[in-house]
Structures are given as C-alpha cells and as structure tokens.
C-alpha cells in the first residue's frame, strides 16, 4: 500500500503561483507514476500531469505547470504559475503502482482557488 498526503493548496489571484506537495509513504519502491488530478465543481476529475515512464501534461495546463519529483524524499510537486479561474479544484495526487496497473492509490485533496 502506498499512503499519499497533498498539501500546498489554497487561494490566490488570477495570474498567481502555487506548489503542491504530494508526500508518499510506505511501499514507495511499487510506484511507477505518479500524477495529478484535479476535480472542479460539476466536472469530473481529469488528469493534470503526470511523471514516470513519460511526462504529461494536459492542453489547459501546458506551459504553466510544472511537475516534478525530489526521489530522496518521495515527494512530488506541482508548479502551478499563470494561474486562471478555471484552474479552481479539488487537486488530488495519485500513485500508479506496478502491482495494480492502475492508479490505485489517491491522496485526500487539496483545494485551489483562484479568484479573477
């Protein structure tokens, strides 16, 4: 099992910056991938970014996130800069791991919100 922890969100100006932390714990060494989702009220969650095999980003976030992750400390990070109001969401980390095959580990959420 691998527990994931965000922190990071919060409330900020249209054209502002925000990083997320995503901290991994316990079995570390089964993850593949790891990514971030993002869920804004009456949407469905979708996929922002991910790292591990390829690098992706979707078209709404390219150019103004950037993920990365700090392997000595299991932790990855979502850049977020140019920020627009659409960007508001629940953002949730996600592990990919061997065993699964699918993303089967989720932190709780963190909330941004950007105000115009």
């Known amino acids: 099992q691998v527990q994931l922890v965000e922190s990071g969100g919060g409330s900020v100006q249209a054209g502002g910056s925000l990083r997320l932390s995503c901290a991994a714990s316990g079995r570390t060494f089964t993850i593949y991938r790891m990514g971030w989702f993002r869920q804004a009220p009456g949407k469905e969650r979708e996929p922002v970014a991910w790292t591990g095999g390829t690098t992706f980003y979707s078209d709404s976030v390219k150019g103004r996130f950037t993920i990365s992750k700090d392997n000595a400390k299991d932790t990855t990070y979502l850049q977020m800069t140019s920020l627009k109001s659409e960007d508001t969401a629940v953002y949730y980390c996600?592990?990919?791991?061997?065993?699964?095959?699918?993303?089967?580990?989720w932190g709780q959420g963190t909330q941004v919100t950007v105000s115009s």
């Open positions: 996600a592990a990919f791991t061997y065993g699964s095959a699918s993303w089967g580990s």
